[in-house]
């Protein structure tokens, strides 16, 4: 697949994602906690099946250590833009504020920013297999529902119209498109530097997983809900690598 192929299928990833939350943030407002935990669940497990099964598996084909520097990498670029710009999603315990809008905006920006290396996921993932790329670009998009829902929520709550609203949650899922752009041209270099674009890849959606999926499943769904969504992802992941 082009550059340009994996291009519009990052920003398509980003686009549908944030637009498609934002859009459900400006009408519902409050979706079911229950259904979103599961549905996040669901995103977590098939994301680490890939990660351990395509990704790692990749990476260390080609190079051992290229690999897990790589994955270091992808982990450590993460813990530094949560550092500097937390984006957790407060969509199920949102309250009304006067700094709203503000707080709407400033998660747009942290949204946007996290999503070029998950875009960089998406390209990396597309030069191991073509399975692997459409299967990545799917569940970051699902990931990135809540995230659109958590920027229209709370600048349509601060007074913002619905269609501004939605247009900015597109806006933040743009920067896929870019980061898909990077990994693929990444990956196509040279085996070292393919190996470290997928241990990246896996770095960066391990840190999704661990740190903002799963505490938000748990968050959202009790203990029950949240493992059916978890096992019914991975064993859906694991099915679609056998058979792909």
Known sequence: MSWVEVTLIGFLAGAV???LGGGLGAIVRKPSPRLLGFL???AAGVMLSIIFMELLEEAIAASFTHG????????LAFVVLD?????HHPVSNETSSPS????GSFIALGIALHNLPEGMAI???FSASTATGVAL????ALHNIPEGMAVAVPLVAGGMKRSNAVALSIAAGLPMGAGALLGSLMAGVSPASLSWAMGFAAGAMLYIVCDELIPDVYDLTDSHTAIAGITTGTALGVALIYFL
């Open 17 to 19: 994602g944030t637009g």
């Open 40 to 42: 996040l669940g669901l």
């Open 68 to 75: 897990m520097l790589g994955l270091v990498a992808g982990i």
């Open 83 to 87: 550092h500097l710009i937390p984006h």
């Open 100 to 103: 709203l809008m503000r707080k």
């Open 123 to 125: 390209g990396a993932g």
């Open 137 to 140: 670009a799917l569940i970051i």
